[in-house]
């Protein structure tokens, strides 16, 4: 996803509206993260529906009063807006950490085309590597909140077993039909971590954390287009 934004200015959605203007920035906030590109527009009354659920969906999932980690998840919002003014509403609906393109920016356009969105809202999922995930994750947000992100996450290779949910300490964590899936995946490999650990010990890994601004496929969307 680096490759579709390397050349381009994002800007943060904070008070000061600060600018990844350079290749650095823009690698570090997005290399090896799944990106949601939100299109959407203040004028459509679906998006205006669906803004609150996104938000809550995405702060489940990056905002420390949920997680103690994180997840590996960023959202870009891609306005289809009819003016800034109407830009700026609808940026004051989503996290303070999304990212969003100046509204004078025509490679907001050029990523309608890209991906064929032809619904209101729309977000498309992105692997790392720049591929679909899903083409509109819209209904599976809806249907599946938080849950989306594991699936998401494994169907991208984006294996992060530091990821934890704050209610999981409660017993009350939140899985995906996938898990026991994953569960066996790792039976054999937390075998050997013990034996490991028996013979004499072994030192663990850390992931490295950069500051996080972030099933089935679902076609389907919101409004229409205007």
Known sequence: MVDLF???????????????????EIVTRLQNRILMLCFASAACESCQQFAPTLTDFFERLTDEFYVDRG?????????????EEQQESFLKEL???????????PYRRELK??????????????RPDCSILIPNAVKEILCHGPD?????????????????????????SMRSLSDPVRRL??????????????????????????????????????????
């Open 148 to 172: 989306c992100y594991r699936n998401w996450q494994e169907a991208a290779e984006l294996i992060d077993r530091n990821f934890m949910i704050s209610e999981d300490s409660e017993g009350k």
């Open 113 to 126: 085309a890209m991906f064929n969105v032809e619904e209101l809202p729309t977000v498309v999922v992105l």
């Open 95 to 105: 996290p303070k950490k999304c990212l969003f393109l100046a509204y004078e920016d």
């Open 6 to 24: 390397v050349d381009r200015v994002l800007v943060k959605n904070n008070t000061d509206h600060d600018e990844l203007d350079t290749e650095r």
């Open 185 to 226: 995946k790792y039976k054999v490999e937390d075998k050997k971590k013990k034996k490991k650990k028996k013979a004499g010990g072994w030192g663990g890994g850390g992931d490295e954390d950069a500051e996080v601004d972030g099933g089935a496929v679902g076609k389907d969307g919101g409004g229409s287009l205007w």
């Open 71 to 83: 997840a590996q998840l960023v959202l870009l919002y891609i306005s289809l807006d009819q003016s």
